[in-house]
C-alpha cells in the first residue's frame, strides 16, 4: 500500500519525503529538486489537505512536477550533460509537455545561471568548470555553520530522528558502493539542518546555490577515499552536539566536516579557493 504525506513547512517536506511515498507540498514553500527522493513522487497543491488527496490520486499525479523542476532535477542528476545543447523539440517529446511551459522553465534556469542562451543559434546546459564548482561547494562552508548553530537553538526529538535516519541510510549506501544514493542521504542530511534553521533566506540561498550540482561531479570515489566510516562518524558527530544543544561544537562540527570535504574537492580538482598551499 502507498503511504501519503502533507507537509506544512520546507523541514517538514524533506522528513517526510523520507519515510512515506508520496509527499504533498504547498506551491512555493521550497525548491523541489532540493528534496526529490527517487524513490517517491512529490506533488504539489494550492489546498494540500487531506480531504484533497483523494482527487489529486490519479494516474497522471506523477506528471505534476513543472517543467522547470524537471528540466532543474534533470541538469543536477547529470540527465543533460554539461555544454549540451537543448533541442526544445526533442526535450518536450521526452518531457511530454508543449515548447511553450518548456520555454517558459528554460527562461528561468537561464536566469538561475543553469542554462546558456546564444543569440542566433540554441540553449545550452551551462558549462560548470573547476572554479564554478569550487565556488558553489564553498558556499556550503559559509552556510552550513550559522545555519547548523540556528537548527540547534530549535532542535527537537523530530530532527534528531530524521538526521540518525539519514545518517543510517548513507552508511547502508556506502556498503552497497551506491553513489546515487550516497549523494542523495548526504545532501538531504545537510539540507534537512539547513531547513530546521527556520532562516528563510539562508534557506534560499542554500537552494539557489547549486550545490547539488556538485554531487555530480564530485565523484564517489573521492567519498570513499575519505573513508565511509569516517563520513559516518562525522554525521554523528553533528547529531550529537545538536542533541546535546551546545551551539559552538555543533557549528564547529558543521565547518570541520564541510571544509574537509572542499580540501579534498580542491585536490581532486587542482584549484584552490584560497590559492595552492606551499610545498
Known amino acids: 500500500m502507498r503511504t501519503y504525506g502533507v507537509a506544512k513547512s520546507a523541514s517538514e517536506a524533506v522528513r517526510l519525503s523520507s519515510c512515506v511515498d508520496c509527499v504533498f507540498i504547498p506551491d512555493g514553500i521550497l525548491s523541489l529538486d532540493s528534496l526529490v527522493n527517487p524513490a517517491s513522487f512529490v506533488l504539489r497543491t494550492t489546498t494540500p489537505a487531506a480531504s484533497n488527496i483523494a482527487v489529486l490520486l490519479t494516474e497522471s499525479t506523477c506528471l505534476l512536477m513543472t ?85 540547534t537553538l530549535r532542535k527537537d526529538d523530530k530532527l534528531i530522528s530524521e538526521l540518525g535516519n539519514w545518517c543510517r541510510k548513507m552508511e547502508d549506501a556506502l556498503e552497497k558502493d551506491d553513489s546515487s544514493q550516497v549523494d542523495h542521504c548526504d545532501y538531504q542530511f545537510h539540507y ?20 547539488r ?55 581532486k580538482l587542482g584549484v584552490y579557493l584560497e590559492g595552492p598551499p606551499n610545498e
Open 192 to 211: 534537512t539542518i539547513v531547513c530546521a534553521s527556520g532562516h528563510s533566506r539562508l534557506i534560499r540561498a542554500y537552494e539557489t546555490a547549486h550545490i
Open 213 to 267: 550540482i556538485t554531487s555530480f561531479y564530485s565523484d564517489f570515489l573521492m567519498q570513499k577515499a575519505a573513508g565511509a566510516g569516517r563520513l559516518v562518524r562525522q554525521h554523528e558527530k553533528i547529531i550529537r552536539a545538536i542533541d546535546r544543544g551546545d551551539l559552538d561544537r555543533a557549528a564547529k562540527a558543521a565547518y570541520d566536516h564541510v571544509y574537509h570535504s572542499l580540501d579534498m574537492f580542491e585536490k
Open 67 to 151: 517543467p522547470y523542476e524537471k528540466l532543474k532535477t534533470m541538469i543536477y542528476r547529470g540527465q543533460l550533460d554539461s555544454g549540451q545543447r537543448i533541442v526544445e523539440r526533442e526535450l518536450a517529446k521526452k518531457l511530454g509537455i508543449s515548447r511553450i511551459p518548456l520555454r517558459e522553465g528554460m527562461i528561468r534556469l537561464e536566469n538561475e545561471g543553469l542554462i546558456r542562451s546564444v543569440p542566433n543559434s540554441s540553449n545550452y546546459v551551462a558549462t560548470f568548470g573547476p572554479e564554478d564548482l569550487i565556488e558553489i561547494y564553498s558556499m556550503r562552508v559559509w552556510l552550513e555553520p550559522p545555519a547548523t548553530r540556528l537548527a
